[in-house]
């Protein structure tokens, strides 16, 4: 176990569906990742937080929304998702010095299929 | 949790045998890098890293080599177990603010008993 726990670790939803994916760390990090590991690209970077704020959003579609309410846990709110959003959602912690990552600590992933 | 779908190049040892898992990165500015493990169903696991004033860093089993000079970064793991069976990702921490990293597509190990 890395420290890291993500909830559910499987999800299947309608298009039509909201629904919250969780993480949760106890690593005393202070920052927090989203990755999207999907079958056709390599890990993508979602969502970055540091000290419950957002600092880095990739361009994501605004049917993905994250919500950090402290420092060890993190939310991913799902609405209105495709078919293409099918993927495994990896949430990552890290303690950040100078403002620079060092290593990230990863959970087992969600793996949502949208149906 | 692998990348199933995606063409991975795969890398065939012998249990025993000394593997070599190499990795090309784009990114002159990095200035750190990582290599993970993942093992089917479960998320990435941190292995080893090295910081880019080195070329060489060794821990248990595993070294990883740098070459800056070439942007190549390899993954040295000793007397290869089946429990070493997995996908190998390299990451690097790129110079836009230094927040994250930004991975490769992996490399599949199989080792053969």
């Known amino acids: 176990e890395t420290g890291v726990t993500q909830t559910p670790r499987h999800l299947v939803m309608g298009m039509t569906n909201k629904k919250s994916l969780k993480c949760e760390q106890h690593?005393?990090?202070?920052?927090m990742y989203w990755y999207k590991q999907s079958a056709k690209k390599p890990l993508e970077l979602m969502f970055v937080?540091?000290?419950?704020?957002?600092?880095e959003n990739n361009s994501v579609p605004s049917r993905f929304s994250p919500e950090c309410p402290n420092s060890s846990h993190l939310f991913l709110h799902l609405h209105t998702l495709q078919p293409e959003d099918s993927a495994l959602y990896l949430c990552a912690s890290s303690r950040k010095g100078l403002q620079e990552i060092t290593e990230a600590f990863f959970g087992q992933g969600t793996r949502l299929t949208v149906v | 949790g692998e990348s199933v779908g995606l063409h991975l190049p795969t890398l065939s040892v012998q249990e025993g045998d000394n593997s070599i898992i190499n990795c090309a990165y784009s990114?002159?500015?990095?200035?750190?890098f990582i290599w993970y493990k993942q093992e089917s169903g479960k998320g990435p696991q941190f292995i080893i890293d090295i910081r880019s004033n080195m070329d060489k860093r060794q821990g248990q089993r595993v070294t990883v080599l740098l070459n800056k000079t070439v942007k190549h970064l390899s993954l040295q793991i000793a007397a290869t177990q089946p429990g070493d069976s997995a996908v190998y990702f390299c990451?690097?921490?790129?110079?836009?603010?230094?927040?994250?990293?930004?991975f490769g597509s992996g490399t599949r190990l199989q080792v053969q008993p």
């Open positions: 990451a690097e921490r790129g110079d836009t603010g230094r927040r994250a990293l930004t």
């Open positions: 690593l005393g990090h202070n920052a």
């Open positions: 990114n002159s500015a990095s200035d750190y």
């Open positions: 937080y540091s000290l419950e704020e957002r600092v």
